[in-house]
């Protein structure tokens, strides 16, 4: 049943863990992570973190691993052939991606024009900080430059889709996580030197409880998933790809630690900067926009610091929208029996209409509300808060309690041949804490209690 086409598998043993860190490594690690651990107490929110990626994000890789690898399928494919009535989590994956592409395209157009506008010495014009606001305002509700550079944005995703696993999503990863981690050092040296450097990294990992609240492991949950990109099928369809003798849970433990090290250096690079400005660290989510290259334009060499940032977004975001249109281009060739070509052209279609929308919601469109929302704030909330849940939740309940247990224990084992010490606690975790914990935030999203 599982064998019987031809699938292409990744290159070398590598591949595995740096496909899967471009995925999990992205917006989420460098841009929204700083803000979130900002608004929720710093260095107790870490540690906090660091929890929810051990205890649920990581048996939640592994078994979507299992899921992807053991089917060799996209994520509707892989679930309608370990059990269909179990296939609706493979299409809330598929609805998943969609609705994240339709905002973070967006989101990836504006590291571009930030690029773009830091190389040609724009970005460095202005000083004050309302000076900054003032500009991103303008620019997000303008009705066609955003639109411009996100279309960019999804032709060149669309471009490495096209070229395919091996020569596409494989290559790219190839070259463009280490350069990411190249630029990540550089920053993280270059903010060390800053003189609010102590200050930065005091707020980051000074644990200080009294922020702590109930909705602070929620935020910190949420925040693991979308990082880990968890609870959506990419991490099924990438596996579906992975070789045989991939060993699924040292390339889990690895994609977690490289994810959660980027939003660590993330911290290192930004608070710095923010407490050496003078800014408070709770800024929200226009810290990267318009609170940095504030700080950046006070510095000797700003547009290069500037503009090495700003790409560092580019590549993160790359990597990340990469596996969310593979996981709907797989789809739509598999289960449509669409060309490889044909699916991805689709794909990039779908999004960049959605995108084009999302991105007008903030200016012309602004007027146009779903649940008093813009589309774009909506597409954000439905899936950080609805559909990632929901998708881990059904994971966890599938994997820990239907899957075939000699299924599951033959894949994370590869056939007997690994040992897994601590199998019966990665299958405790599956069963019992994270359903229970997934459960419970899924509520307190909802406001039911
Ligand atoms: N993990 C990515 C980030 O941190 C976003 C993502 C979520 C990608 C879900 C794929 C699936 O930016």
Known sequence: MTHHHHRVTLGGKLSAVLVAAGSSVGLGNIWRFPYV??????????????????????????????????TRRNAVGAYHALDRRWSFIGYNSVLAAFLILGFYFVVSGWTVEYTVHSLTGELARHTTAEEYASLFERFITNPWRPLLYTLLFILATHAVIALGVQKGIERSAKVLMPLLFVILIALSIHALLMPGAGEGLRFLFYPDFSKVTASTLLTALGQA????????????TYASYFKPDTNLRHTALNVSLLDTLVAVLAGVIIFPAVFTAGIAPTSG?????????????????????????????VVAAITSTISLHEVITAYLHEEWHLSRRAAAWLTTGATALLATLASLSLGVLGGWRIFGLTLFDALDFA?????????????????????DPARLHDEVTNGGELRFRIYGLFIFLLRWVCPIILLLVFLDNLGLY
Do not use: H, Q
């Open 37 to 70: 651990a900002g608004e929720n107490g710093g260095g107790a929110f870490l540690l906090i973190y660091i929890g929810c990626v051990l205890l649920l994000g990581l048996p939640i890789m592994v078994a979507e691993f299992a899921v992807g690898r053991s």
């Open 225 to 236: 998933f979308f990082s880990l990109s968890v609870g959506i099928g990419t991490m099924v």
């Open 285 to 313: 989510p226009s810290l990267v926009f318009i609170t940095l290259p504030g700080i950046f334009n006070g510095m000797p060499l700003s547009m290069v610091w500037s503009t090495v940032f700003f790409l560092l977004l």
């Open 383 to 403: 899936t950080a808060n609805i559909l990632l849940p929901l998708g881990s939740l059904f994971t966890c309940l599938f994997v820990g309690w239907k899957l």
